[in-house]
């Protein structure tokens, strides 16, 4: 009894000690992790480290193939970028994890509840320990896709009966259903979740089950002569204005499905998908008129409108189907007009002569050495938000002026790694605008509602490490808030290889500090990472993106207003290490092995994961220097 008492008052001495510091008690454990006698940001920069490795190692994949072949493959985690600033998260990323939510959990544990709920939690965690899971997310969608990319040899999709359109006859025939199999998407969800969840590298098997068509060949005989009827009287011709597009046979008898009506029979309809994807694929390019925002400058100490807003066009493709399949099946029409909606400028405004005549901050930065093509995007994204006017609480997108990051909004490319294939990605240098945009933002003390920083360091952007944005169609974006009052005018200029972009507005009597940001957790880059391409000669070997080091950044701003309110904002970057990549020519002997299935072979999709460098120590730099952008 006396050896009860006396444990209980040491643990609630413990208990009391540990209730009135920042640490987190002893007992708790994060994702394997002991977290007693961390700090929350301790813990979480220890997590951060954690998951940064399991990113790098990749998933390992035990499968069986429509062969019935069993095989093991590695399946990554991250995706590579050859240039820069093209965000991973554009790439795809496959799963989030929030460390600080995490660190805050764990630092909750014995201190909430009533008084007696605190001490009875607290003489458990003395006692047995309790362990939480990480605060992981998995982008479900992207992972699935991304599975079933890289494992093309694990399914067989099933497929539905249809009509097919024989040319030479000019009739139609039915081709048969057929059964596949497809991944059991929830178990492979649920059991990589787990294995992130206690900070583990996820090791998993495959489950399949087989997928029945859901159209079969005598669903479409009563319909081949009504399908037969409608194909004679093809083509369909499609219009808008006095523009013509002319649907193939070929393509209307692909597009042949069968419904129920309100009646519960069966009908021949068109696929509204199918056909939505092909008016998005094929006609609205052709459609398109762009939205445009008025747009001003800085003219003799006034501002002057050089560019008057005009609304857009787009091809409304859900009504313009229900159109088509109306047309065909119950008006027996061949000629059928497209439908559009009108669409408008994301920021509109009727002030031509607003109250603009100070420079409420001006930030740039450099961006030697960039290729042609990042040169190239940089320039258009500036001129994409030169001149654009916010009225006085009104929200600004980057994104929104930058819309659709691809060729036909006139951005060029550059080369990216995704998985073990190289390929073109748009948009290498938006970043540059995106970063330069935030650090004058953020010295004009505007509140800022939307910022990420990149997944790893990028040079252009150092000095500081932590004040950089990136941005991507549709997400991530930057968005800020103009608090001001009156409206605030953007003006950009690209003067050889510096961007330069200036806010103008009416002061309000605010001002703004901003720290230098203080540098945490540094980390080495790690090994080299190969891959192994056919894309060059076997046996030669082609460096194309240096290391990165990891680290992590933090920065306060200051905003301090003319009534004596102060707000303060925490701005936080973690950036994982980034190895250098290297391409490898295959050699001729690894080429046929990796095409050859046999029994006892384990293919890897990437090269198996190197171990981790565990020698390199973090480091902490502080400063209390104030700086502005």
């Not at 960039?370 to 994104?399: C, D, Q, V």
């Not at 890897?604 to 400063?623: G, H, M, R, T, Y």
Request: glycine letters at 6%.
């Amino acid at each position: 009894m006396l050896l009860i008492v006396l444990v209980a008052g040491v643990s609630i001495a413990y208990g009391e000690f540990y209730a009135h510091t920042e640490k987190i008690f002893f007992g708790v454990h994060a994702g394997g992790v002991d977290a007693g006698g961390l700090t929350k940001q301790e813990l979480a920069e220890k997590l951060e480290s954690v998951i940064d490795t399991i990113r790098r190692q990749g998933m390992e994949v035990t499968y069986e193939d429509i062969f019935h072949v069993r095989k093991r493959a590695f399946m990554p985690l991250e995706n590579t970028s050859l240039q820069s600033d093209i965000p991973i998260q554009a790439l795809g990323e496959i799963f989030f994890f929030d460390a600080q939510k995490t660190a805050e959990l764990a630092y909750d544990q014995g201190r909430t509840g009533t008084f007696f709920q605190k001490y009875r939690d607290r003489l458990f965690l003395f006692f047995a320990g309790h362990g939480i899971s990480l605060d992981v997310s998995l982008n479900e969608k992207f992972f699935i896709q991304s599975l079933k990319k890289e494992l093309i040899s694990f399914e067989s999709p099933a497929r539905d009966a249809s009509f097919a359109f024989h040319a030479r006859t000019a009739s139609i025939s039915i081709e048969p259903e057929q059964s596949g199999r497809e991944l059991d998407s929830t178990q492979a969800l649920n059991d990589v979740l787990e294995f992130l969840q206690k900070g583990e590298r996820p090791r998993i098997t495959l489950v399949s089950n087989i997928k029945l068509a859901s159209l079969f060949a005598n669903h479409l005989l009563d319909f081949k002569n009504r399908a037969q009827q409608i194909i004679e009287r093809s083509p369909i011709i499609l219009s808008l204005d006095k523009k013509t597009w002319e649907v193939s046979r070929e393509s209307l008898a692909s597009w042949f499905t069968i419904e129920k009506n309100a009646s519960d029979r069966p009908i021949l309809s068109l696929n509204k998908d199918a056909v939505v994807s092909y008016l998005e694929e094929h006609i609205t390019s052709d459609v398109r008129v762009q939205a445009k925002i008025a747009r001003f400058e800085m003219k003799d100490g006034k501002v002057t409108a050089f560019d008057q807003q005009e609304n857009g066009r787009e091809l409304d493709a859900e009504q313009s189907a229900s159109a088509i399949i109306s047309g065909i099946f119950e008006k027996n029409e061949t000629a059928i007009p497209l439908i559009t909606r009108e669409t408008v400028p994301p920021l509109t405004t009727d002030e031509s002569t607003p109250l603009v005549h100070d420079i409420l901050a001006s930030a740039g930065t450099d961006f030697k050495g960039s290729p042609k093509n990042r040169i190239f995007n940089i320039t258009l994204g500036a001129s994409r938000i030169h001149g654009i006017l916010i009225e006085s609480g009104k929200e600004f997108s980057l994104i929104s002026f930058l819309g659709k990051i691809d060729e036909v909004s006139g951005f060029l490319p550059e080369l990216v790694i995704k998985g073990t294939k190289t390929t073109p990605e748009f948009g290498g240098g938006l970043c540059q605008v995106s970063t330069t945009l935030f650090r004058t933002v953020a010295a004009a003390g505007l509140p800022i509602l939307e910022r990420k920083n990149h997944s790893y360091r990028v040079p252009y952007y150092e000095p500081p490490i932590g004040f950089d944005a990136t941005v991507y169609y549709p997400k991530p974006d930057f968005r800020f808030l103009n608090d001001t009052g009156n409206p605030i005018l953007i003006q950009t200029a690209v003067k050889g290889t510096n961007i330069k972009i200036t806010i103008w507005g009416t002061k309000d009597g605010r001002n703004t500090e901003i720290d230098t940001p203080t540098v945490l957790n540094r980390r080495s880059a790690g090994p080299t990472k190969i891959i192994k391409t056919d894309t060059i000669k076997p046996g030669e070997k082609k460096c194309i993106e240096r290391a990165h080091a990891g680290a992590d950044a933090i920065f306060e701003r200051r905003v301090i207003y003319s009534n004596g309110e102060l707000k303060k904002d925490i701005f936080k970057s973690h950036y994982v290490t980034w190895p250098e990549v290297c391409l490898v020519g295959k050699r001729a002997d690894e080429v046929v092995v990796a095409s050859t299935s046999t029994p006892s072979a384990e293919i890897p999709l990437v090269i198996p994961p190197q171990k981790e460098d565990q020698n390199s120590a973090p480091q902490s730099v502080s400063s209390t220097e104030k700086k502005t952008p």
